[in-house]
C-alpha cells in the first residue's frame, strides 16, 4: 500500500481529526490509551455533528462516547473491513472520479494470476514450501514495461473488477458468520462509514494495537486503506488512515531505523547478498510502472550515499563505493533465506544460544513479551547484558530468585554477567520527539539527572570511544567501521542533542553544484540542507535521515517552532514544529481536489491549483506541476497511484482475504463458546510466512513451558 499506510504513521494528523465527518475507531481504545489526541475526536463531534463508530471486542471507554459501537470477535476484522468494501460497492456508495483517478483500480492484470475460490489460495501457491511465489500477483505490462491501463474500469481483469468479485463474499449475512455480530448493527455501521463516498463528506479511521498486534496487521490496514481510498477519503482533511503510535517517541524510532529490516528513512537495509553499492542500489530502487509517475524512491542512492556520509564522513569516498563494505547486511541462513531480527526473533536467536551479548536500553524485555520465560531463559545464555535504565527493571535483574525462578533455576546457575547503568529519563535531557501526526517537536531538559544517571547519548558515547580504542591497541576482526565511523561531535564522549538534530538534517559535505549546469555553487560547503532537491548521490551531501531534511536548516532548529498561526484554517499549524516529510502535513493531498485542482470540498481545501502553483498545504507534488500533467498523485509508488491490488510484494496475497480460524472463548452474541465454521469464506491460513512466531515453535518451548 501507500508507503505510509505500510509504515504505521498517520497520513494526516491529531489536529486534522476535527475535520471529519466520521471517525471509524477500530482495533484501539483512543479515549483511554490517547486521551489528549482524542480531544480532537471530541471536537469533531462537538462541531461538526461528526460520528464516531467503535468497533472492537470490548465495550470499552471510546465504545462508552461512541454514537454507534458494533461488538466483533478477536481477529475478525478483515472480514468485517471486506464486508463495508463489499457494502460501498454493491451499493454505489463509492467516489468513482476519486478511485479512477488515484488508485489503481483501472490498472489490468495479468491473466496468470488468480484465486481459487475453493482452495482459498491465491495463485502461485507452493504447498511443499507452504508459501506463495508472488510473480503471478502483477500487471499486464506493455513493450516500454509500463502497465496497462482501462480507465472505464469494465475489464474483466482491471483491478476495480476484479476487486468487486473477490469481496462479493463478505455478504452482511458472512460478515455476521464470521465476526459474530449480528447482521443489522454490521449494516447500521456500514451505512454511517460508507455516508462518506460524496466529495463533500470526508472520513477518518484511527487504529492501534488491536490491529498492529496481529500476525497479519499488513493484510488487516491495507484493507483498511482500500476502504477509505473506495471513499475518497485518503489525502483530505478530515480523511486517511491514522495509526496512533504508542510511547512519546516510537515514531521518532520508527523512522529512525529502530526495526531491523531498513536503516533510517525506511530505506531498505542491505542483504547479504547486495555485495556491492550498484548490486544493493539495483535491487532495492524501484523502476517506474506509468509514464506519468514521479517514482520518488528513484532517488534511493541520493538517501543512502548521503546517510553513508554521515555514518562514515570522510572514510566514505566515491573511490570506496562510499563505504558500502562497512555497513552491516542482513545475513542469511543455511538455507539461504534472509534472517529475521525483529523483536521475537532476537530472542529466539539469543535462546538457540547464537548471541554472546545483548544492550537493552529504555526497554524490559522480560516483562513485555509475550513469552517472559522464554525471554528469561534466553537471557541467561548471554555471557553478557547490558541494561541503560531509570530503574533496575525485571530485564536488569531476571537472575534474582524470585524472577529466575520462573525457568526452574537459581541466580547461581546464571552465567551471564549483567551490567545495570543508570540513564536519565526523558525529562532529564533535551531532545526531539515524533509524534504519531510525524511532527517532530524539540523539548527541554527539566530537571538534573538524579545521582549517577546520565543520559543514553553520554552512555553511548563513553561505550563507544572505549571500543574504539580497543580496536586501535588490539585490531580485532574487522576495526575500519569503527575506526572509521565519523565521529565529528565536539564532545565525543556526549554527542549534542543539537548536533545530532543538524546531522540527521544533514548539510552540504563539500560545494553543492546545479545539477543543470553542472558548475554553479548552489550550496557552501558546511551549509544545512532544506530541501530534497539538495541532495546528492556524489558524495557532496551528508544526511543522516532524508525524511527529516527541513528539520534542521540554515534557519535554525525548526523543530523548536511553536507558532499556532493557521493560515489554511483547518488546524495544520505549518509554523509549529516541523512535520516530515517537508513539513507536509497531511500525505497524498493531491488526492483532495479534482483532475483540474478543484477542492473536492471548498470548505476543506487540502491544496487547490490558483491556475500557477500548488496553494494549501504543502503540495505532496510538485508545487508549479499544473493538474493537466497528470503526475501521478502518489509520488512514492512507482504505480503514481495508491494500490487496491498490490502486485508480488506481500506473502499473503494481493488482496486482503480473512483467514484466521477464529474461536472465541465466548461468542459475543449468543453467549455461547464456538468457532467460526465457514473453511470457505474464511480460509484457514495457508501461509506460513507471517503467521508463525518464534513465540510459538517447537524449538522455543522453554525448560518449563
Ligand atoms: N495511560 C497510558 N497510555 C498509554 C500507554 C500506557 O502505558 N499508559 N501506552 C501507550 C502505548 S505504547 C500504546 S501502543 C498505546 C496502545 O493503545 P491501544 O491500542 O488503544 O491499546 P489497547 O488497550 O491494547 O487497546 C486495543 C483495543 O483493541 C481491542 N482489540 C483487541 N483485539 C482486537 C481485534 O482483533 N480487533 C479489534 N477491532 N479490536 C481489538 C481491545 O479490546 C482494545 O479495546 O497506548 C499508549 N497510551
Ligand atoms: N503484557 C503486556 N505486554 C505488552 C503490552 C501490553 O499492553 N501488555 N504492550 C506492548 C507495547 S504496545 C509496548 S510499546 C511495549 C512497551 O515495552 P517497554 O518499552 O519495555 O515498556 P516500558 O515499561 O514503557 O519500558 C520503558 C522503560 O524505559 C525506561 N526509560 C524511560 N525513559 C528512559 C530514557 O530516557 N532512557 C532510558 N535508557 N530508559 C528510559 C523506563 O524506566 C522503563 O523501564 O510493551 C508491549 N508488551
Ligand atoms: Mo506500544
Known amino acids: ?63 462508552a462516547v461512541a454514537d454507534y459501537f458494533v461488538q466483533i470477535r478477536a481477529g475478525s476484522d478483515i472480514a468485517f473491513l471486506g464486508g463495508l468494501i463489499n457494502y460501498a460497492l454493491k451499493n454505489g456508495r463509492y467516489h468513482e472520479e476519486y478511485v479512477r483517478l488515484y488508485t489503481n483500480a483501472p490498472f489490468i492484470v495479468t491473466d496468470a494470476y488468480n484465486f481459487d475460490e475453493d482452495q482459498g489460495l491465491f495463485s502461485g501457491w507452493d504447498e511443499e514450501k507452504k508459501e506463495y511465489a ?36 463478505y455478504t452482511p449475512e458472512v460478515v455476521s458468520k464470521i465476526c ?100 544493493f542500489l539495483d535491487a532495492v530502487t524501484p523502476k517506474p510502472l506509468r509514464p506519468n509517475s514521479m517514482n ?34 542482513l545475513p542469511a541462513n543455511e538455507a539461504g533465506r534472509l534472517e529475521n531480527w525483529s523483536w521475537a526473533y532476537i530472542f529466539d536467536h539469543m535462546y538457540q544460544g547464537k548471541m554472546d551479548g545483548f544492550m537493552s536500553f ?47 533455576k537459581k541466580p547461581q546457575d546464571v552465567k551471564t554477567e549483567v551490567f545495570l547503568l543508570p540513564a536519565a529519563n526523558f525529562a532529564e535531557k533535551d531532545g526531539s520527539f515524533t509524534n504519531s501526526a510525524r511532527w517532530a517537536q524539540w523539548k527541554w531538559k527539566a530537571v538534573d539527572p538524579p545521582g ?16 574504539r580504542e580497543l580496536y586501535q591497541e588490539e585490531g580485532g576482526k574487522f576495526p575500519d567501521p569503527i575506526l572509521n ?61 532524508w525524511l527529516y531534511i527541513g528539520s534542521y536548516t540554515e534557519a535554525g532548529n525548526n523543530m523548536k517552532r511553536r507558532s499556532t498561526e493557521d493560515s489554511v484554517g483547518l488546524g495544520l499549524y505549518h509554523e ?10 497531511i500525505l497524498y493531498n493531491r488526492c483532495s481536489a479534482d483532475a483540474q485542482g478543484n477542492p473536492w470540498d471548498r470548505s476543506r481545501a487540502g491544496i487547490l491549483w490558483n491556475g500557477e502553483r500548488w496553494v494549501g498545504d504543502v503540495p505532496d507534488y510538485r508545487v508549479n506541476s499544473p493538474p493537466e500533467e497528470g503526475l501521478g498523485a502518489f509520488i512514492m509508488i512507482p504505480e503514481g497511484v495508491a494500490r487496491l491490488f498490490v502486485p508480488g510484494q506481500f506473502v499473503d496475497g494481493p488482496f486482503p482475504l480473512s483467514t484466521t480460524n477464529l474461536s472465541s472463548p465466548q461468542c459475543p452474541t449468543c453467549s455461547t463458546p464456538h468457532t467460526a465454521p465457514t473453511r470457505l469464506l474464511n480460509f484457514s491460513r495457508v501461509s506460513g510466512t507471517s503467521w508463525a512466531s518464534p513465540m510459538n515453535s517447537p524449538s522455543s518451548v522453554p525448560p518449563t513451558a
Not at 576 to 585: L, T
Open 485 to 545: 565511523l565519523n565521529w565529528w561531535y565536539a564532545n565525543p564522549a556526549t554527542p549534542s542533542m543539537d548536533q545530532l538534530a543538524r546531522e540527521i538534517n544533514g548539510w552540504a559535505a563539500t560545494g553543492v553544484t546545479d545539477e543543470k549546469d553542472g558548475r554553479s555553487v548552489v550550496l557552501e560547503r558546511g551549509q544545512q540542507l532544506s530541501k530534497f532537491a539538495d541532495l546528492r548521490a556524489d558524495g557532496s551531501t551528508l544526511c543522516g535521515n
Open 452 to 467: 549517577e544517571a546520565i543520559p543514553d547519548q553520554e552512555i553511548i558515547g563513553r561505550l563507544f570511544l572505549k571500543i
Open 134 to 169: 508472488a510473480s503471478t500477483w502483477n500487471y499486464e505490462l506493455d513493450r516500454k514495461g509500463f502497465a496497462k491501463v482501462d480507465r472505464t474500469m469494465q475489464h474483466p481483469r482491471s483491478v476495480f473488477q476484479l476487486m468487486r468479485k473477490f469481496y462479493a463474499r
Open 296 to 329: 520518488y524512491w528513484r532517488n534511493t542512492s541520493r538517501f543512502f550515499v548521503s546517510q553513508m556520509k554521515a555514518f562514515y564522513g570522510k572514510g566514505a569516498t566515491k573511490g570506496n563505493d562510499f563505504a558500502y563494505h562497512y555497513h552491516p547486511k
Open 180 to 279: 459474530g455480530c449480528e447482521v443489522e448493527p454490521f449494516k447500521k455501521a456500514a451505512e454511517i462509514i460508507t455516508s462518506t463516498y460524496t466529495p463533500e463528506k470526508a472520513g477518518t479511521i484511527t487504529y492501534a494495537l488491536g490491529w498492529t498486534h496481529h500476525s497479519f496487521s499488513v493484510q488487516l490496514i491495507h484493507a483498511a486503506a482500500m476502504l477509505q481510498l473506495l471513499l475518497g477519503n485518503v489525502g483530505r482533511p478530515g480523511g486517511g488512515v491514522n495509526a496512533l503510535r504508542g510511547h512519546a517517541n516510537i515514531q521518532g524510532g520508527t523512522d529512525n531505523g529502530m526495526a531491523y529490516h531498513n536503516t533510517p528513512g525506511y530505506i531498505p537495509i542491505p542483504k547479504a547478498n547486495h555485495q556491492s553499492l550498484k548490486e
Open 1 to 63: 500500500m501507500a508507503t505510509t499506510f505500510g509504515r504505521g504513521a498517520m497520513t494526516n494528523g491529531w489536529t486534522d481529526i476535527a475535520n471529519a465527518d466520521v471517525i471509524l475507531a477500530m482495533g484501539g481504545n483512543p479515549a483511554e490509551n490517547h486521551p489528549v489526541g482524542f480531544r480532537f475526536v471530541m471536537e469533531a463531534r462537538r462541531k461538526r455533528k461528526a460520528k464516531l463508530v467503535n468497533v472492537d471486542p470490548r465495550f470499552n471507554r471510546t465504545s
Open 576 to 585: 509549529w514544529a516541523f512535520n516530515w516529510p517537508a513539513n507536509r502535513r
Open 362 to 408: 529504555g526497554m524490559n524485555p522480560v516483562a513485555n513479551g509475550p513469552h517472559s520465560q522464554k525471554v528469561i531463559s534466553a537471557l541467561s545464555k548471554l555471557k553478557w547484558l547490558v541494561v541503560a535504565e531509570n530503574f533496575e527493571i525485571e530485564t536488569a535483574s531476571f537472575w534474582k530468585s524470585e524472577i529466575v525462578a520462573l525457568i526452574d
